[in-house]
């Protein structure tokens, strides 16, 4: 009886595939957390660009309130030359926000 090699031959590991594999999670984990980020910030970025076409103006935070220990965000329709001097202007309210906050954190130790 003539026996026939009963050894079958074994691939190599394709390493393509495994290593898709171990990538497709973090890619995945990367795409999603891209994605829920970024939109956000377009849809807001779509809404003031269509406020920008109807208006002509800019929706800005003009002031914050403080009434009854809250505080209150007051957004109006502004010229954008209006908002740029309004950024200016809340940019040196944070520096100096900061800076007492600094001194603060520096006064404890």
Not at 62 to 84: K, M, S, Y
Not at 89 to 103: H, L, N, S
């Amino acid at each position: 009886m003539a026996r026939k090699n009963s050894r079958t031959k074994i691939s190599p590991l394709d390493f393509s595939s495994v290593a898709d594999e171990l990538v497709a999670v973090p890619r995945n984990f990367v795409f999603g957390l891209l994605t829920g980020l970024l939109a956000p910030v377009a849809a807001i970025a779509g809404i003031v660009v269509g406020i920008y076409l109807f208006t002509k103006k800019v929706p800005f935070i003009t002031e914050i309130g403080d009434e009854d220990e809250e505080r209150h965000l007051i957004i109006r329709l502004v010229q954008p030359e209006e908002a740029r001097s309004l950024f200016q202007r809340g940019k040196e309210a944070v520096q100096t926000f900061g800076d007492e906050i600094r001194v603060e954190l520096e006064g404890d130790q």
